[in-house]
């Protein structure tokens, strides 16, 4: 089954208005250089650099995604924002259940699946993410939690078409250290037969799994040609054109 690769940059809180953009354009043009990439490429700047990087992105296949959704349309909800109004900024995307929001903002499955329904309905992807901690990894539960993950937070309506799985493990994200190969499989393949069970082999057989924590130029190639993983989710490395770019180049997107 062949799945399109997704090549997604997570800026987190990190970018003001002329650096934004600056990496925007660089993005932009660099994708544009590739003609026809064989990978699907996304970024997810803070909401404040939304509509100028939309603005920076015109004319390249790269789709623009928000970091966060409040699952109501409008309303008494001081500092949210909601997928209509994402939706309105040109957003496709909508990353939801990042282990930062789940940790500084304590968010649960139930609210992650209640936002991700609510995108849905709105006609916004989401890119939800799983993984398990350090402690958890350690005493052999990476597979268990990232099983309650999905099957809490994944509303049960979810298909292929609107919903992306992030396998990070927290341990992963920021430290430069990154699971081997076979355990990144090994966690992506049980995934993909939790989705199987959830929502169908044909959603799960199309769904794609994203690894992120740590990936770099230096081991795309390794992780992204991994069997079950159908891109990367990229925090630091998102930030500089030459490392976003170098690592979808190693993973053969330009080819
Ligand atoms: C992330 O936070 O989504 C992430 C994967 O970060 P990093 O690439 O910096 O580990």
């Given at each position: 089954?062949?799945?399109?690769?997704?090549?997604?940059g997570?800026?987190k809180?990190?970018?003001?208005m002329?650096d934004?953009?600056?990496?925007a354009?660089?993005?932009?043009?660099?994708?544009?250089?590739?003609?026809?990439?064989?990978?699907?490429?996304?970024?997810?700047?803070?909401f404040?650099?939304?509509?100028?990087?939309?603005?920076?992105?015109?004319?390249?296949?790269?789709?623009?995604?928000?970091?966060?959704a409040h699952?109501?349309?409008?309303?008494?909800?001081?500092?949210?924002?909601?997928?209509?109004?994402?939706?309105?900024?040109g957003c496709?995307y909508?990353?939801l259940?990042?282990s930062e929001?789940?940790?500084?903002?304590?968010?649960s499955?139930?609210?992650?699946?209640?936002?991700?329904?609510?995108?849905?309905?709105?006609g916004?992807?989401?890119?939800?993410?799983?993984?398990?901690?350090l402690?958890?990894r350690?005493?052999?539960?990476?597979?268990?939690?990232?099983?309650?993950?999905?099957?809490?937070?994944?509303?049960?309506?979810?298909?292929?078409a609107?919903?992306?799985?992030?396998?990070?493990?927290?341990?992963?994200?920021?430290?430069?250290?990154?699971p081997?190969?076979?355990?990144?499989e090994?966690?992506?393949?049980?995934?993909?037969?939790?989705?199987?069970?959830?929502?169908?082999?044909g959603?799960?057989n199309?769904?794609?799994?994203?690894?992120?924590?740590?990936?770099?130029?230096?081991?795309a190639?390794?992780?992204?040609?991994?069997?079950?993983v159908?891109?990367?989710?990229?925090?630091?490395a998102s930030?500089?054109?030459?490392?976003?770019?170098?690592?979808?180049?190693?993973?053969?997107?330009?080819?």
């Amino acid at each position: 089954m062949a799945r399109k690769k997704l090549i997604a940059g997570n800026w987190k809180m990190n970018g003001l208005m002329a650096d934004g953009i600056d990496l925007a354009k660089g993005i932009a043009a660099e994708v544009k250089a590739m003609g026809k990439p064989a990978c699907e490429f996304l970024v997810c700047p803070p909401f404040t650099l939304l509509a100028p990087v939309k603005k920076a992105l015109r004319g390249a296949k790269v789709a623009l995604g928000a970091q966060d959704a409040h699952f109501a349309e409008k309303g008494a909800h001081t500092g949210d924002i909601s997928p209509l109004m994402l939706k309105d900024l040109g957003c496709t995307y909508v990353i939801l259940g990042h282990s930062e929001r789940r940790a500084d903002h304590h968010e649960s499955n139930e609210l992650v699946n209640k936002k991700a329904a609510a995108c849905h309905a709105a006609g916004l992807k989401t890119v939800i993410c799983i993984g398990e901690t350090l402690e958890q990894r350690e005493a052999g539960k990476a597979v268990e939690v990232c099983r309650e993950q999905i099957l809490g937070s994944v509303p049960d309506a979810a298909t292929a078409a609107d919903t992306v799985i992030a396998y990070e493990p927290v341990w992963a994200i920021g430290t430069g250290k990154v699971p081997t190969a076979a355990d990144v499989e090994e966690v992506h393949a049980a995934c993909r037969k939790v989705l199987a069970k959830k929502l169908g082999k044909g959603n799960a057989n199309k769904m794609r799994i994203l690894y992120g924590g740590s990936v770099k130029p230096g081991n795309a190639k390794e992780l992204l040609s991994l069997p079950d993983v159908d891109g990367a989710l990229i925090g630091g490395a998102s930030l500089k054109v030459a490392d976003f770019i170098g690592i979808a180049k190693n993973a053969g997107c330009a080819e």
